[in-house]
């Protein structure tokens, strides 16, 4: 199974910032018109993928890309393998998605949201 990057994610300490530079930068169209002020980000770009920019609670900043997988847990414990750790495990995020979070050797931060079954 391919495993395309799906979503994307820049957080930083001042969401709502973040949201309007990256907005009036790029002229994307982002709603943050949800409970969690989530930057739901449309570029409107053709074969683009469309993202998120949010507020960080921990106050770190990254950049964080998302990679479809159809089992989460088994590429946690590939990651771990490969020298990576698990900072999120798999989480269920009602009505929206099913994730996980880890961190690669140097540190670097990747999810992976689990592939819709399909019937």
Known sequence: MPNPVVHWEITGKDGKKLQSFYADLFDWHVDANN???YGMVDTHGEGGI???ILKEDDGNKRV???VE???LQAYLDKAE???GK???PPTVIPDMVTMAMFTDPEGNV???VKAEQHS
């Open 69 to 71: 997988v159809d089992d």
């Open 35 to 37: 409970p969690m002020d």
């Open 86 to 88: 698990t900072i999120m």
């Open 50 to 52: 469309n993202g998120g």
């Open 64 to 66: 964080t890309i998302y």
């Open 81 to 83: 393998r490969l020298g």
């Open 110 to 112: 990747t999810g992976m």
